[in-house]
């Protein structure tokens, strides 16, 4: 699967790709928050199947789909929160600060970054609605993100 910018480029798990492919063909801004939303589910669900092994058995495809998806969704997201509007752009601002925490999670289990958790805090706070950052800034900072994410599988 290759992000945004190329910074994930290992292969990934076939039902994670069919969720981005079907947001990448949808159109609908509203229906296209519901995608993410199955998707970011699907993250918190591998999550939590890794959370049942020892960390010593943290690697291959859902290790690998799981970082590489978080890089994904989070700059979709982040997206997503400036396309829509009320209570859609509320809930697509949510899902980009849910996928930041479970980074943070997944950090404090598995391999830590100072750099993901440094640009990870600063795009949490810039998704704030009461004080939601420029736009053009927050995807920028979303891409740089998901790049220190997918740098955690090197």
């Known amino acids: 699967m290759q992000g945004e910018s190329g910074y994930c480029s290992t292969e990934v798990d076939d039902n994670f790709l069919r969720y981005i492919r079907e947001y990448e063909e949808e159109k609908d801004p509203a229906k296209r928050l519901r995608l993410i939303i199955r998707a970011e589910g699907y993250l918190r669900y591998l999550y939590f199947e890794l959370l049942g092994q020892s960390i010593r058995d943290w690697s291959g495809g859902d290790l690998k789909t799981l970082i590489c998806g978080l890089s994904c969704l989070i ?10 509007h009320n209570e859609y752009r509320e809930m697509a601002c949510g899902i980009s600060r849910n996928l930041i925490d479970l980074v943070f999670s997944l950090m404090r289990r598995w391999r830590s970054s100072e750099r993901v958790r440094e640009l990870g805090s600063e795009l949490w706070v810039m ?4 004080n939601l950052a420029d736009r053009r800034e927050a995807e920028f900072l979303s891409e740089k993100v998901a790049a220190a994410i997918a740098d955690l599988l090197s």
Do not use: F, I, T
């Open 75 to 84: 700059v979709r997201s982040v997206k997503l929160c400036y396309e829509l």
């Open 127 to 130: 998704l704030d609605l009461d």
